[in-house]
């Protein structure tokens, strides 16, 4: 027999495998145990297509419920603090082979004991530990006697009680050796599978997703992100494959001894990080290579035949790079840079230091087949995960508590990285509908959650990668940038990652380096400091509502704060808790200067009402939120808003096009919360049919659609429809149907909304312009040739959407023949949309099971975005609730491993409700299944609060609305 010797064990060929392993099994069962615990995955990154002939949005590129007594989840979950990990030697071999997708690993960890103690306590999960090999001992010293093993499932520990207490100061070292399984779970180290188009063969890769709490899947280790250590890693691999780890490899290729089956790559010992960054790769893909003058070797990884589609990505990634290393003013710790994209991927990206990890559309771009919206994102990707670079990997939170650290800044810097690379993407004009208008949703509402939110439970650190944690985060570090002045601000973060570098940090280290730069420059009152501003933006939820009311005769204006709600519901009504924040004001009259955003003035918290003076003149309208660069919205006296209305009118180009966005969310918003009367709030939307910016549109058909929403199955919808006509039909005129050889980036992304409102609003030429186009290419010889398709790159989804919700069968298997044909990421993402439009019922019900059945054709990261995609459709979201409920266990089972896929398709499913009978379904829901619901359950919440919140807008709005509708199209005619 040969084996190969690594760690003190033995490697077993392949040709032994079968020999050995029920023999292996039932050792294992005695002398290890199994250490599983369901967890959840990472984070999303980018918005994917909706799916209905709906103007909504658009293309950016168990039957039984457990029973009431399931024990309830563990909080205490942080490790003991006596033992620090100083090293972790790894050595992994993944066998990528079907019918054994196993891990045979080892793990030597060298700790530092702070605090007698007499056990060691790691994370581990899904690990078949050998107990009989663990081995406990002094640095170059002697063994330590150890009683016994325990093992906790509910905090995923593994224990070594020892007999001797562990000596503070000393250095000990832990080793042992264990089976891990890559499983298709797509989370710990997992498989993924694509099919080589030279062979026709099926592929397997081997690649790791850790973040929050899955390093433990794939070895023994202090799986928090405050504990760092260095790694030395060796992965095993056959020799027609490559891996990858953080660091580059300082031998590759080692034989191991007795066998030519698999060698070692052997890699640099990492720099310190913690477990959630640590990554590999082991493959059979193909890079680009870039090395600029930062000498950061930069390389873009795929599977083989997909290596065209790198380019993008290779050309903007090391310049991206480049740009990070000086607006923080700290050079890249790495030599190098690794980013690949993975077939089978559960978030958008993963930030792994020096080895990022993207799913495909986030990561590939396809010149003439992605569109402009495809290439957006993946600019905004790449920029976010190489910001985390620095401020996360770098720089790290001690605990999840402050995740919004890692996702808010990257969520906020993502667009300056894209401004300075990309500036023809006009990225920074677009943060306020993307992120600030868009998180204003949620927040709104009284089951949202500080930003910065105690957490214990993996699945409560799941729940918290959501919009709070990124969108908000990126809006009030954008505020904290403004009211700074942006050169303050970036010298206080590079104090801080400087001061902090490869350690664990808490906001309030944040606040002390901003506020002491803050004071050394003078841009921040003395008496004032950035912890009192920020806590009241971090520790409580919601945000304000300002009201200015003007004193037209003094030229001055009193100013109050509230905090902004959706709806209040019965059982809060007496909450007592006050909500005030320390909020910067800015204003600006009609012909002054929009582009001063630095607060002069400061509304503190817990101040009543606040003066302004410098008012304008009385006929004059006045502009709180200078580019809407405060976390605010402003309500003003009914006079003001008269003069806004009359002003846009008459000159709309005087206010700046972000607060022309800005007034549309604001004052639809208020309305819909009942702080505004709707016919003052609807008065401001007509001018849009002189508006030619994006920005301006985007606010307002956000804020339209809820109206659209609400009305769609109601009488009143006749006369929305022709009263939004009225609004899109002069853009749509303008811009055309088609792509003209003078469009910016942002006139594409206008087209595709005028296209999408005015096709779902009933608009005959685009109607018969989309099914032409999508009949064209039904009627193309060759239709899987990328030259053949005749329809617009840049209209894909807006086209194969409304040609299959217009045709039948025939279009939507030709549209899925496509989908299976084709070999581009973000093509094949479009169609998946794009097929859950259909209105025929039957082909609905195939495609939800489709979603749930292996080898479907739908992919197992995919099926919760068909499942939600099928609820957005008018015709599906009774179907999707009623499938959910019938599959529930396998809908639980699949994707309730999954935070964001799970809690995505629940809210998805549960969406745009506005009955008492619908409230009381989705209620009757949550209760039958509260048990399973994991992160999903903050979700299922405010799906319920919307709705109960829809309908009292309905009871109160809905005649109203309609009154207002039919009074404005008897004007047109």
């Known amino acids: 027999m040969k084996m190969e010797k690594y760690g003190e064990r033995y490697l077993v060929t392949k040709k032994l495998a079968l020999i050995l392993l029920v023999f292996a099994l039932a050792v294992c069962v005695g002398v290890g145990l199994v250490v599983y615990y369901l967890g959840v995955e990472g984070s999303p990154e980018g918005a994917e297509p909706e799916p209905a002939a709906e103007p909504e949005s658009e293309p950016e590129p168990s039957k039984h419920s457990e029973s009431p007594a399931t024990k309830a989840k563990v909080t205490d979950v942080r490790l003991p603090?006596?033992?620090?990990?100083?090293?972790?030697?790894?050595?992994?071999?993944?066998?990528?082979?079907?019918?054994?997708?196993s891990i045979r690993g080892y793990a030597e960890i060298e700790m530092e004991c702070t605090e007698s103690a007499f056990n060691i306590t790691l994370h581990a999960a899904d690990l078949e530990i050998e107990n009989d090999t663990v081995t406990v001992m002094e640095k170059e010293g002697d063994e330590v006697d150890i009683f016994n093993y325990d093992y906790d499932l509910d905090r995923e520990f593994f224990i070594v009680n020892l007999n001797a207490g562990l000596v503070t100061g000393k250095t000990y070292v832990i080793k042992i050796h264990y089976t891990a399984y890559l499983k298709d779970n797509l989370k710990g180290f997992y498989r993924s599978v694509y099919k080589d188009r030279t062979t026709g063969e099926e592929e397997f890769i081997a690649v790791t997703q850790f973040q929050p709490t899955?390093?433990?899947?794939?070895?023994?280790?202090?799986?928090?992100?405050?504990?760092?250590?260095?790694?030395?890693?060796?992965?095993?691999?056959r020799p027609d494959m490559s891996s990858m780890s953080n660091m580059p490899i300082a031998s590759a290729g080692v034989p191991m001894e007795g066998t030519s089956e698999y060698v070692w790559d052997k890699y640099r010992q990492s720099v310190?990080?913690?477990?959630?960054?640590?990554?590999?790769?082991?493959?059979?893909?193909?890079?680009?290579?870039?090395?600029?003058?930062n000498n950061v070797r930069f390389r873009i990884w795929s599977e083989p035949n997909s290596l065209d589609q790198t380019s993008y990505a290779n050309e903007i990634g090391p310049k991206m790079l480049e740009f990070f290393e000086g607006y923080f003013n700290v050079k890249f710790p790495l030599p190098k840079q690794d980013m690949i994209a993975i077939p089978d991927f559960g978030a958008g990206a993963m930030e792994n230091w020096g080895l990022i990890t993207y799913r495909e559309t986030a990561l590939l771009y396809k010149e003439g087949v992605s569109s402009a919206s495809n290439k957006q994102r993946i600019a905004i990707v790449v920029s976010h995960e190489l910001a985390h670079?620095?401020?996360?990997?770098?720089?790290?939170?001690?605990?999840?508590?402050?995740?919004?650290?890692?996702?808010?800044?990257?969520?906020?810097?993502?667009?300056l990285g894209v401004e300075a690379i990309q500036p023809d993407l006009k990225l920074l004009e677009q943060f306020v509908i993307t992120d600030l208008q868009n998180v204003?949703?949620?927040?709104?509402?009284?089951?949202?959650?500080?930003?910065?939110?105690?957490?214990?439970?993996?699945?409560?650190?799941?729940?918290?990668?959501?919009?709070?944690?990124?969108?908000?985060?990126?809006?009030?570090?954008?505020?904290?940038?403004?009211?700074?002045?942006?050169?303050?601000?970036?010298?206080?973060?590079?104090?801080?990652?400087?001061?902090?570098q490869f350690a664990a940090a808490e906001q309030d280290d944040l606040w002390h380096h901003l506020t002491v730069q803050g004071h050394k420059d003078k841009h921040l009152p003395l008496d004032m400091d950035i912890k009192t501003i920020m806590d009241t933006w971090t520790l409580q939820m919601g945000f304000p509502v300002v009201t200015v009311t003007r004193n037209y005769q003094a030229n001055t204006a009193s100013v109050t704060q509230e905090r902004f709600l959706i709806g209040k519901s019965k059982k809060n009504v007496n909450d007592s808790k006050v909500y005030s924040w320390w909020i910067p004001l800015t204003f600006a009259a009609i012909g002054d200067n929009f582009e001063n955003t630095y607060s002069e003035n400061w509304m503190k918290e817990g101040e009543q009402v606040k003066e302004i003076s410098g008012m304008p003149a009385?006929?004059?309208?006045?502009?709180?939120?200078?580019?809407?660069?405060?976390y605010y919205r402003v309500n003003y006296d009914k006079e003001n808003w008269g003069l806004l209305a009359q002003q846009l009118l008459k000159d709309h180009t005087a206010i700046h096009v972000i607060n022309r966005a800005q007034i549309m969310d604001d004052a639809l918003n208020l309305a819909k919360s009942g702080l505004l009367d709707y016919e003052t709030a609807l008065s401001v939307t007509g001018y849009l049919s002189k508006e030619v910016e994006y920005i301006p549109w985007a606010s307002a058909l956000s804020g339209l659609s809820y109206i659209n929403k609400m009305l769609k199955r109601t009488a009143a919808?006749?006369?929305?429809?022709?009263?939004?006509?009225?609004?899109?039909?002069?853009?749509?005129?303008?811009?055309?149907?088609?792509?003209?050889?003078?469009?910016?980036?942002?006139?594409?992304?206008?087209?595709?909304?005028?296209?999408?409102?005015?096709?779902?609003?009933?608009?005959?030429?685009?109607?018969?312009?989309?099914?032409?186009?999508?009949?064209?290419?039904?009627?193309?010889?060759?239709?899987?040739?990328?030259?053949?398709?005749?329809?617009?790159?840049?209209?894909?989804?807006?086209?194969?959407?409304?040609?299959?919700?217009d045709g039948g069968q025939e279009e939507w298997d030709f549209a899925w023949q496509r989908y299976q044909n084709s070999h581009v990421a973000s093509e094949k993402a479009t169609i998946l949309s794009a097929l859950a439009c259909t209105k025929e019922v039957w082909l609905l019900n195939r495609y939800l099971n489709m979603s749930l059945t292996p080898e479907s054709g739908v992919r197992r990261q995919d099926g919760s975005k068909v499942l939600g995609n099928v609820a957005q459709n008018t015709v599906g979201r009774y179907l999707t609730f009623d499938f959910v409920q019938q599959e529930w266990e396998r809908v639980a089972e699949i994707y309730g491993k999954s935070s964001f896929s799970f809690s995505g398709v629940m809210k998805n499913m549960m969406a745009d409700r506005n009955t008492e009978y619908e409230i009381q379904n989705l209620k009757e829901f949550s209760c039958a299944h509260s048990s399973l619901l994991g992160s999903a359950t903050r979700a299922v919440k405010q799906a319920i609060e919307k709705g109960e919140a829809n309908v009292k807008w309905m009871e109160k709005n809905y005649q109203i609305i309609w009154t207002w509708m039919k009074t404005q199209n008897i004007k047109l005619y």
């Open 81 to 101: 603090r006596h033992l620090v990990p100083v090293n972790y030697k790894l050595e992994l071999v993944p066998f990528i082979i079907p019918d054994n997708f």
């Open 214 to 237: 899955d390093a433990r899947r794939a070895f023994p280790c202090f799986d928090e992100p405050g504990i760092k250590a260095t790694y030395q890693v060796s992965l095993g691999r």
């Open 272 to 293: 310190k990080m913690s477990t959630y960054l640590v990554a590999f790769v082991v493959s059979k893909f193909k890079f680009v290579e870039t090395t600029r003058e």
């Open 440 to 500: 204003f949703k949620i927040d709104a509402l009284e089951s949202s959650h500080p930003i910065s939110i105690p957490v214990k439970h993996p699945d409560e650190i799941n729940e918290i990668f959501d919009r709070i944690s990124y969108s908000k985060g990126a809006s009030i570090i954008r505020m904290m940038d403004k009211f700074l002045t942006t050169d303050t601000f970036r010298q206080g973060l590079t104090n801080y990652l400087t001061d902090l």
């Open 717 to 805: 919808y006749g006369d929305f429809k022709r009263y939004m006509l009225k609004l899109i039909d002069p853009i749509y005129t303008k811009l055309g149907f088609n792509a003209q050889p003078e469009d910016t980036h942002l006139d594409i992304k206008l087209r595709k909304k005028a296209i999408s409102w005015a096709c779902s609003m009933g608009n005959k030429d685009c109607l018969n312009k989309a099914k032409e186009n999508f009949g064209d290419w039904m009627g193309m010889v060759e239709p899987d040739s990328e030259s053949a398709n005749p329809v617009d790159v840049n209209l894909k989804y807006q086209t194969y959407c409304n040609a299959i919700a």
């Open 389 to 415: 670079q620095w401020f996360g990997n770098l720089v790290t939170p001690s605990w999840w508590t402050d995740l919004w650290l890692n996702e808010g800044f990257a969520s906020y810097v993502e667009y």
């Open 618 to 630: 009385t006929n004059t309208a006045v502009v709180f939120n200078v580019q809407q660069t405060g």
